[in-house]
């Protein structure tokens, strides 16, 4: 099976069968949607929809992740304009695997796809986990900076899984940290996992950046981020 994903993924992109599912990122001091997040899926042919965890490893072994990613960017980038033009202002957060920095064509495709759309650079964010962003701190550091020069947006994902030093978040061009949901959805039961967060959400704050919590899906966490700004 991952054989056959692995030979049909060059043509998924081409034929149609990506789609993209959109999350929202929700404001809590207003309640409004400032932005989405772009999931990938793959409608294949034989085995259905698949979820990345059964795909995007494979595409990173086999190089396929370069023309994916920026297919991921070019059709997020395009449904968003197809909101703003129906009122709706709407930034997009895209998710980068750690193979995306090595690739040279990643910061000009960004820009060529800027220069043609009306999206703000600003309301474009990147995204890289943070078990990524330990592979290869130093370029993930370069590349930032040529994405924060673009004025893009750089993200953590899943921060608080992996074991980053914190002088990488102090020393990386940075606007975000996205609290990974292992924590979040357990902090109304559990009063370790609400410390943590507190502490995630104290840390990023007094670092100068903005704290995203991921995976909110209990009105109980919704009033404990409220309540820790």
């Known amino acids: 099976e991952r054989l056959t994903f692995i030979g049909d993924l060059p043509d998924a992109a081409p ?3 990506f789609v993209l599912h959109y999350q929202p990122c929700i404001a809590l001091r ?28 494979l595409a990173e072994l086999s190089g396929a992740i370069q023309p994916m990613t920026r297919w ?10 197809t909101w703003r ?18 690739d040279p064509e990643l910061v000009p495709y ?3 796809e800027l220069s043609i759309s009306q999206m703000p650079a ?9 078990t990524d962003l ?14 924060g020069d673009l004025g893009v947006g750089t993200a953590i994902d899943d921060f608080g899984t992996g074991y980053s030093s914190l002088t990488y978040l102090r020393d990386l061009p940075l606007q975000e940290v996205k609290i990974d949901r292992s924590f979040v959805s357990e902090m109304h039961r559990r009063s370790e996992e609400f410390t943590i967060v507190r502490s995630m959400i104290d840390l990023g704050h007094n670092l100068g950046l903005k704290v995203v ?8 966490d919704l009033v404990l981020l409220r309540r820790l700004g």
């Open 15 to 17: 034929t149609g069968q």
């Open 30 to 57: 207003t309640g409004r949607p400032v932005r989405v997040e772009a999931l990938i899926r793959w409608q294949h042919p034989r085995y259905g929809l698949l979820a990345p965890d059964q795909f995007v490893e």
């Open 72 to 81: 991921v960017v070019r059709e997020g980038m395009a449904a968003a304009e």
């Open 85 to 102: 033009a129906a009122g709706h202002e709407l930034g997009l957060a895209v998710n980068l695997s750690v193979r995306n920095l090595y």
């Open 110 to 112: 960004v820009a060529q």
């Open 122 to 130: 600003g309301d474009l964010v990147l995204e890289l986990t943070e």
């Open 134 to 147: 330990m592979d290869d701190p130093s370029l993930a550091r370069e590349i930032f900076t040529q994405l």
């Open 213 to 220: 919590a991921e995976g909110v899906e209990h009105a109980d």
